[in-house]
């Protein structure tokens, strides 16, 4: 029995209900055995729950993702701020150390410049006596 005309044909002669049920019984014993998977088989409510709970599921990470996002913006920031506070903190500590190296190149460069200077006058003048 392999359409469907051969099943009617089978369930109107049969002579009584005992033997109309047995025909309908194989009838799904064959549909089983040629579906073996149609249990499994979703429908349009299937999948259109699970498309629903997908897109609810979606919209949470999508929501999670935005506060992580956000949290982490802060924290970038927070440390964007704290970088710079303390560049700028070394950047002064930097200059002022600079100005004192500066300020003691200067008096050595004096300590030397003056007697180089008075050795030049004394040199000028003991050339002059010469001449």
Known sequence: M???????????????????????????????DRYPHLPELATQGHVRESELRLQ????????????EIEQLRSEVKREIEQLRSELKR????????LKLDIAQVKIDLLKWLVPLMFAQVAAI?????LL
């Open 56 to 67: 609810k599921e979606i919209e949470q990470v999508q929501a999670n993702l935005k506060l």
């Open 125 to 129: 003048a003991a050339l002059v006596k």
């Open 90 to 97: 070394d950047i002064e500590q930097l200059r002022s150390e």
């Open 2 to 32: 392999s359409s469907v005309v051969e099943l009617y044909e089978a369930l109107s002669t049969a002579p009584d209900d005992r033997t109309r049920a047995r025909v309908i019984a194989e009838a799904f014993e064959r549909l089983e």
